[in-house]
């Protein structure tokens, strides 16, 4: 049987029409979308770096290594929009927000740092937005449900205890911080273990998809959604 191929026409097609899309829905990230459909400047750059990232997909030559690359391209855009997103859930501001951009862009002008952290932002989220369409309604790929936003809050807890262990500074910030530091490289290897588990499923599973199929509990380890609470 002939296997059909995703084309890089069809991708950006797809991609470009989600975004303007953005112009009659109202969740947030279609906010952020929207945005970036009022500068021209801020579209074309958007949409030559997307261009790239889909160019990992359709160079593909198989339909499964195309499945595996686009899973791969939403690791990456999470892992680029989390400088961003830990600031603006975090609610950071002030002398802490200028020592986490210090942190991840060094000795750079805290303002030019801010308005390349938050164009990268926007374009990133846009592409986030088209990858996870692609993804649902194109591929239609089992992976973008639960399997993928599971990793994605993952990864957010992992990134914030990072931030929040290098940041202490008061004394009780370095004793929360200990426990962070010594979790951290379980956090670490969840991670590895999701992204395995994920780029090795079937793209559509016999039997649902559950958190369990990432980490089987065994004596010594036990579930955990989050360190942080509920959010």
Not at 158 to 176: G, I
Request: glycine fraction near 4%; aromatic fraction near 10%; hydrophobic fraction near 35%.
């Amino acid at each position: 049987m002939l296997v059909r191929l995703y084309k890089h026409a069809q991708l950006m097609e797809e991609s470009e029409s989600r975004v303007h899309m953005s112009v009659y829905l109202r969740t947030p990230a279609d906010a952020i979308a929207r945005g970036m459909l009022d500068c021209r400047e801020t579209y074309r750059r958007w949409e030559a770096e997307h261009g790239r990232l889909m160019h990992t997909v359709s160079d593909r030559g198989r339909l499964a290594e195309q499945i595996t690359a686009l899973r791969t391209a939403v690791f990456g855009l999470v892992h680029r929009r989390a400088v961003f997103e830990y600031l603006r859930k975090g609610g950071i501001t002030g002398a802490r927000r200028r020592r986490v951009l210090a942190l991840f862009y060094g000795c750079r002008d805290y303002t030019d740092a801010v308005l390349r952290e938050h164009a990268n932002y926007v374009r990133c989220s846009s592409s986030y937005l088209c990858t996870h369409h692609l993804g649902e309604h194109l591929v239609q790929d089992a992976a973008f449900n639960e399997p993928l936003q599971l990793y994605e809050q993952w990864y957010a807890e992992y990134f914030r205890a990072y931030c929040d262990t290098e940041l202490a500074e008061s004394e009780e910030e370095k004793q929360a911080s200990e426990a962070l530091d010594a979790l951290r490289p379980l956090l670490k290897y969840r991670l590895a273990q999701a992204r395995q588990a994920i780029l090795a499923m079937p793209q559509s599973p016999d039997r649902e998809w559950r958190e369990v199929q990432i980490r089987q509990p065994n004596g010594d380890t036990q579930r955990m959604r989050s360190i942080f609470g509920a959010e």
